[in-house]
């Protein structure tokens, strides 16, 4: 049976809650135990939304060993694992402090603030022989999925071009989030889901170039547009903008052209257009990524086995990506080597 402990019960927190307790009822051998929070308010199940609903189920917080402070958390239970699921400024820190007690991290994204913070928590896990996975969910939403084997396989040739996009009002959740030092803007925060993606499909652009504007004071760059060269000349743009207010609601997207035809997301249905021949609508999972993520950390562990391919060192080098386009913003959109 593997002890389960989450720290942070916010609006990521509940969405790790619901899903841990939905694959406990599912049969998976796992048992969430505690929770860790500094409010204790959320200790109770009073956490805050967040842009996309992710569950609809009620869950009994009294079942929970209930803890304020991380250290006595880790001191009292018998822990395999640990969900961080608390701002990104604490992630180094939180997840070195859990790795060096011996427990494995499933940690939110972004990874860290910056690629040194990424290496100090890498380091913490390879010294202490732990996993560590981090939460850039869209590796494991099936639509980015089907997109991923479709550029592994070359299903429809190879790619030409490609559109990312996620857009909603400026997140109201947790107020460390129109903080810079904090959270690195939406730039950091939401842009970098686009930034892993892109990423994983593609590897590590040689260099990129980002126009971005700061909106909401202090919070930095809050719309972002960039473009990402690549050796072999595809043509690759990611936006963001988290000041869509009113009734925008939420939304993300994408559109990759390959030589045989194109696939869209939109509106979350996911169409293959080909070049010739009518298009088609794909049979994917219904599931979300949070719960595919989840349940691959987990099956993982207890398993035994090593991650394989969702490893830490390649969400470093998202970060390293977004690093590259802050300084780019910074100077008006000049291209920056990637390192």
């Known amino acids: 049976m593997l002890r389960v402990g989450l720290i942070g019960v916010g609006f990521m927190g509940r969405t790790h809650i619901d899903n841990y307790v939905r694959l406990e009822a599912e049969g998976v051998p796992i048992k969430l135990v505690a ?30 060993h209930k803890y304020t402070s991380v250290a006595e958390m880790l001191e009292k239970e018998q822990l ?10 604490l992630h180094k820190e939180i997840s070195v402090q859990c790795l060096n007690h011996g427990v494995h991290v499933l940690c939110e994204k972004p990874m860290a603030l910056n690629a040194e913070e990424c290496q100090e928590m890498i380091q913490a896990a390879e010294a202490n022989g732990k996993q560590l996975l981090i939460g850039q969910c869209l590796r494991f939403w099936p639509a980015y999925v089907y997109l991923k084997q479709a550029v592994e396989e070359q299903t429809y040739g190879k790619v030409l071009s490609g559109y990312f996009y996620r857009g909603g009002a400026t997140p109201t959740w947790g107020p460390w989030l129109i903080e810079k030092d904090k959270s690195g803007g939406a730039l950091l925060d939401m842009h970098v889901h686009d930034i892993d993606t892109i990423n ?34 595809k043509v690759i743009n990611a936006q963001a903008d988290w000041t869509l207010e009113g009734d925008y609601g939420f939304d993300m997207q994408f559109r990759v052209n390959f030589e045989k035809g194109n696939i869209i997301f939109q509106g979350n249905t996911l169409k293959v257009n080909l070049n010739e021949g009518g298009g088609f609508q794909p049979e994917i999972s219904a599931e979300m990524g949070y719960y595919q993520e989840i349940k691959y950390f987990v099956e993982t562990l207890i398993q035994g086995e090593v991650i394989p391919t969702e490893t830490a060192y390649s969400t470093l080098d998202s970060i390293e990506i977004a690093v590259a386009e802050i300084a780019s913003a910074d100077s008006r959109g000049a291209w920056v080597q990637v390192k």
């Open 35 to 64: 929770l860790c929070d500094i409010d204790e308010t959320k200790l109770t199940g009073q956490g805050s939304g967040g842009n996309i609903e992710t569950t609809g189920s009620s869950v009994d917080f009294s079942q929970f």
């Open 80 to 89: 395999d694992c640990v969900s961080i699921t608390l701002p990104t400024y």
């Open 200 to 233: 994983w499909l593609f590897g590590k652009p040689e260099s990129v170039s980002c126009l971005a504007k700061n909106v909401v004071p202090g919070s930095g760059y809050d719309v972002v547009s960039t473009n990402y060269l690549y050796e072999d000349g």
